[in-house]
């Protein structure tokens, strides 16, 4: 390894339902890396959990890629961020000097690997164990911005345990139009609409694939769904950019899965969104305060819906602690609306990484 540039570890895939929007949003991240900064040592985690060192993509590709035949690999804690091969006790360790932890859903994105990593004693970009926990379960985080006074959607939550009947749910959140999702989900994986009880128990059929506790939200009939990237720079101070909006193609009804990665033709991405600049700066004063509620740190995107019959209303909806990074997805695309391209946005992020672990070594 040639030490004068950072060496990244740049994980991906994992467990969860979101391994392959974890792949592309690594293939994204990887291009834009500096190469005269930054030697990548792509780490490719397997759907069964277990690590191995992945590829260096091609940079058209859509992608990364675990090769079959791809070595092993652990970061074992109190190492300072050496990674180690398993089984090869003559191959010499990687010292990583950052991680760059590009997984989306459970055991990514929910506090589990930023414990690792703490233990591990290596730096990595984005929240730290509170906030990416806090953040990922949307009921908890629902609290928390409830009781903090932000505006959000009424909700109720469901567990395998204590299930609850279509009238009973409408009865509870105030309306006859539902969502229901996981509670420890991304992507809309396992989301859908529910207006009758039949749709209402498929919806919570699937959504129980996916966690053992669902919510289940007032669907806000038409509802302009914002979005707003915030930003930690190195010294701690926090940037919103600039606001999008997601119009989704009426043939999917919502920002589905397959709107978001499918279909190249599932929404329309509209920056900057079509808000007056009171409403503007209303929705990234309260990106910020959501992102400080949930003690959040790095990076995030947070979304927010607008009821079109109350053009003033605001609601926080939920907030990426490890937004997607693929070539068509809102955080970086926000940024570079507002001037920071992709590039830039890694130094950003990397740099926030480092000066925070340094923060936490100085006596």
Do not use: W
């Given at each position: 390894m040639n030490h004068t540039r950072k060496v990244v570890g740049l994980l991906f895939g994992g467990r969860s339902a979101e391994h392959d929007v974890s792949r592309m949003s690594a293939a994204n991240i990887l291009r834009a890396l500096d190469p005269a900064h930054y030697e990548i040592v792509p780490i490719g985690i397997r759907r069964d959990g277990r690590w191995f060192l992945g590829n260096a993509a091609a940079t058209d590709a859509k992608s990364l890629e675990i090769p079959s035949d791809a070595p092993e690999v652990t970061l074992p804690p109190g190492r300072n961020g050496e990674l180690f091969a398993l089984g090869d006790a003559s191959r010499a360790p990687l010292r990583l000097d950052v991680v760059f932890?590009?997984?989306?859903?459970?055991?990514?994105?929910?506090?589990?690997?930023?414990?690792?990593?703490?233990?591990?004693?290596?730096?990595?970009?984005?929240?730290?164990?509170?906030?990416?926990?806090?953040?990922?379960?949307?009921?908890?985080?629902?609290?928390?911005?409830?009781?903090?006074?932000?505006?959000?959607?009424?909700?109720?939550?469901?567990?395998?345990?204590?299930?609850?009947?279509?009238?009973a749910a409408t009865v509870a959140v105030g309306s006859p139009e539902l969502f229901i999702k996981p509670a420890n989900m991304g992507s809309?994986?396992?989301?859908?609409?529910?207006?009758?009880?039949?749709?209402?128990?498929?919806?919570?059929?699937?959504?129980?694939?996916?966690?053992?506790?669902?919510?289940?939200?007032?669907?806000?009939?038409?509802?302009?769904?914002?979005?707003?990237?915030?930003?930690?720079?190195?010294?701690?101070?926090?940037?919103?950019?600039?606001?999008?909006?997601?119009?989704?193609?009426?043939?999917?009804?919502?920002?589905?899965?397959?709107?978001?990665?499918?279909?190249?033709?599932?929404?329309?991405?509209?920056?900057?969104?079509?808000?007056?600049?009171?409403?503007?700066?209303?929705?990234?004063?309260?990106?910020?305060?959501?992102?400080?509620?949930?003690?959040?740190e790095g990076l995030a995107r947070v979304d927010f819906f607008i009821d079109p019959r109350d053009p003033k209303s605001l609601f926080v909806n939920e907030i990426n602690t490890l937004p997607g990074f693929t070539a068509i997805s809102m955080y970086p695309k926000l940024w570079e609306a507002g001037g920071l391209p992709q590039r830039g946005l890694m130094e950003a992020l990397i740099g926030h990484a480092l000066a925070r672990d340094q923060r936490k070594t100085q006596p």
């Open positions: 932890p590009v997984l989306h859903g459970p055991n990514g994105e929910d506090g589990t690997v930023q414990g690792l990593l703490e233990l591990a004693g290596v730096p990595y970009v984005g929240s730290g164990v509170m906030g990416s926990a806090a953040s990922m379960d949307k009921d908890v985080a629902k609290r928390l911005l409830r009781d903090a006074g932000l505006p959000i959607v009424p909700y109720l939550t469901l567990t395998d345990h204590d299930p609850v009947d279509y009238i809309s994986v396992g989301v859908s609409p529910a207006k009758t009880p039949a749709e209402f128990a498929r919806a919570c059929e699937l959504a129980f694939r996916y966690d053992r506790k669902i919510i289940v939200e007032r669907s806000v009939a038409g509802a302009r769904e914002i979005e707003c990237s915030v930003l930690e720079e190195a010294s701690g101070a926090l940037r919103a950019s600039p606001l999008g909006e997601i119009v989704p193609a009426s043939s999917h009804g919502f920002y589905s899965y397959d709107a978001k990665y499918e279909d190249a033709a599932g929404a329309d991405l509209r920056i900057p969104a079509a808000l007056s600049p009171e409403q503007a700066r209303h929705a990234q004063e309260l990106a910020i305060a959501a992102f400080r509620v949930l003690c959040c």
